[in-house]
């Protein structure tokens, strides 16, 4: 049985925090069957996942749409 699972550090910047970011992240992260952690560091947060690539690539095509959340903006990934 062959395992696909990855794990990922994704650093965001742009005014996302105190808006609602990172529960909007761990929302997208469960739909998408994904694990792991979001935390602040200090104007910069931090998303590590770990899952199958097709479901983080889907989670990252998610989140560039953060601005239809009403959620903040992104300005790097």
């Given at each position: ?6 794990r990922y ?10 808006v609602?970011f990172r ?5 997208l992260?469960?739909e ?24 983080v ?9 953060v601005?239809?959340?009403g ?7």
């Amino acid at each position: 049985m062959k395992i696909d699972n990855r794990r990922y550090r994704i650093l965001v910047t742009g005014f996302v925090q105190g808006v609602g970011f990172r529960p909007m992240v761990a929302g997208l992260a469960e739909e998408e069957n994904l694990v792991g952690q979001v935390k602040n560091l200090g104007g910069v947060v931090e998303i590590i996942l770990s899952g199958k690539q097709e479901a983080v690539e889907n989670f990252l095509d998610r989140l560039c749409a953060v601005e239809k959340h009403g959620v903040g903006r992104i300005d790097s990934i």
